[in-house]
């Protein structure tokens, strides 16, 4: 199936001249305007334009990513660094088609996105997971074996080798649970994410628009979503360069490359692409225990919607109200320390906290300080961050203390081990 070598035919690629490229994406548009359910299917090539090579382009690619893995790999031939432009999946920057499934699920025009993809670019665009189906797992997500918990990280999470190995070497935070973590990665021959599948089945189901961007539709059972939409008589409109499995099926075939499209379709719904953030939440549960003479605090890291996710290397957390002694912290995040305070009236004790970044996109260190108040139980606080990697900026966008919550504190310094 998806390995076995492909025909000259197969690996054309076919361009749209510009009036029949501008005639097609009209009528895209009048679709999506039209549309009651619509949802996208992604493959390889909508990345392509972030740097990240595809399978199935042939070696005389017009994509500055070069030829496609499993091509060169058929060749015998290796990628020619020098002439092709690639970037690893944690670098690569979402692009204007990632940005485009955002705003249209942002404003209520997309509904769902299924994708064969495992670069992690959807979730990191901003797109919530409960809006996304990655048929194929996420090469940034591990799961545990024993409880089912999610970690979402901020670096590559596969290190098996074999094809049916997936244990990472990490454990669950959970110091109850512990179980052995794996990567969500779904190679040729395993069943994909059983939940996820049903899902992407029952939105294919009621689509009446599928946009399928940058897949050949060739491997089964994701390519069965766009089929169906097409069978059962319902919209189904193909964006690639190559000819794909479903050329036949499509109720409109664009040979351009995706972000082109993208681009067209946004400037003719009058939508603007957004552009690229990376958004980081983090939280901070703070208590003072006065009957131990201690303060505790424990940090972790959310997703924008509220999913755990890794993305801090270590914490520093310097008393004295950055004067002082500094405590270098590792994930999970938790401290318990003297109350010292740092005010003359003996009310509060100030710290400060410096978070560290994975610096994939050059993202520095921020500093922030944080106030213990006397007598203070489980406040949370949170910090949301919004950075700019064209200009190198952490904006905070909104920074706030609210007491809620219960246990906190003590459920991540379990998790951290400090006692
Ligand atoms: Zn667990």
């Given at each position: 199936m998806a390995h076995t070598a492909r025909s000259d035919e197969e690996k054309r690629e076919y361009f749209d001249p510009p009036d029949v490229l501008e005639e097609k994406v009209d009528m895209l548009v009048q679709w999506i305007k039209d549309s009651k359910h619509m949802i996208?299917?992604?493959?390889a090539g909508i990345s392509t334009g972030a740097g990240?090579?595809?399978?199935?382009?042939?070696?005389?690619?017009?994509?500055?990513?070069?030829?496609?893995a499993w091509e060169l790999r058929a060749q015998g031939a290796s990628r020619d660094r020098?002439?092709?432009?690639?970037?690893?999946t944690t670098k690569a920057i979402p692009t204007p088609t990632h940005m485009m499934f955002v705003k249209l699920q942002e404003e209520g025009i997309l509904k769902f996105c299924v994708s064969q993809n495992t670069d992690g670019l959807h979730r990191r665009s901003g797109l919530p997971k409960t809006a996304l189906a990655e048929l194929h797992g996420n090469s940034n997500l591990e799961v545990c074996q024993k409880c089912g918990r999610e970690y979402l990280r901020d670096f590559p999470t596969r290190t098996a080798f074999g094809i049916f190995a997936h244990e990472t070497g990490r454990k669950c935070d959970d110091r109850k649970c512990r179980g052995p973590l794996c990567d969500t990665i779904i190679n040729f021959g395993e069943n994909l994410p059983e939940a996820d599948?049903?899902?992407?089945?029952?939105?294919?189901?009621?689509?009446?628009?599928?946009?399928?961007?940058?897949?050949?539709?060739?491997?089964t059972p994701a390519a069965h979503i766009p089929?169906?939409?097409?069978?059962?008589?319902?919209k189904l409109v193909i964006v690639n360069l190559q000819r794909t499995a479903l050329h036949s099926m499509g109720t409109l075939c664009i040979h351009a490359k995706c972000e082109e499209v993208?681009?067209?379709?946004?400037?003719?719904?009058?939508?603007?692409?957004?552009?690229?953030?990376?958004?980081r939440l983090v939280l901070i549960t703070t208590s003072h225990c006065e009957d131990k003479g201690e303060v505790e605090v424990a940090i972790e890291g959310q997703d924008a919607f509220g999913y755990i996710f890794s993305f801090l290397t270590g914490v520093d957390m310097t008393e004295?109200?950055?004067?002082?002694r500094t405590h270098h912290l590792r994930e999970p995040f938790g401290i318990k320390l003297p109350w010292k305070p740092t005010d003359p009236s003996g009310e509060e004790m100030?710290?400060?906290?410096?978070?560290?970044?994975?610096?994939?996109?050059g993202e520095p260190s921020i500093a922030r300080n944080l106030v213990i108040k006397k007598g203070m139980k489980d406040k949370l606080s949170y910090l949301k961050l919004s950075y700019n990697p064209f200009n190198g900026q952490w904006t905070v966008t909104d920074e706030e203390s609210k007491v809620e919550g219960e246990g906190r504190v003590s459920e991540q310094l379990e998790k951290a081990s400090i006692n």
């Open positions: 996208a299917f992604t493959g990240i090579p595809d399978f199935r382009s042939g070696m005389d690619t017009k994509l500055s990513t070069g030829p496609g020098a002439k092709y432009r690639t970037t690893s599948l049903n899902k992407s089945f029952k939105e294919g189901g009621i689509a009446d628009l599928c946009l399928a961007m940058g897949s050949s539709l060739t491997v089929r169906l939409v097409s069978e059962s008589g319902r993208s681009t067209m379709v946004m400037k003719k719904l009058g939508l603007p692409i957004p552009e690229f953030r990376l958004k004295n109200g950055g004067h002082g100030k710290v400060e906290l410096t978070f560290h970044f994975q610096g994939h996109y």
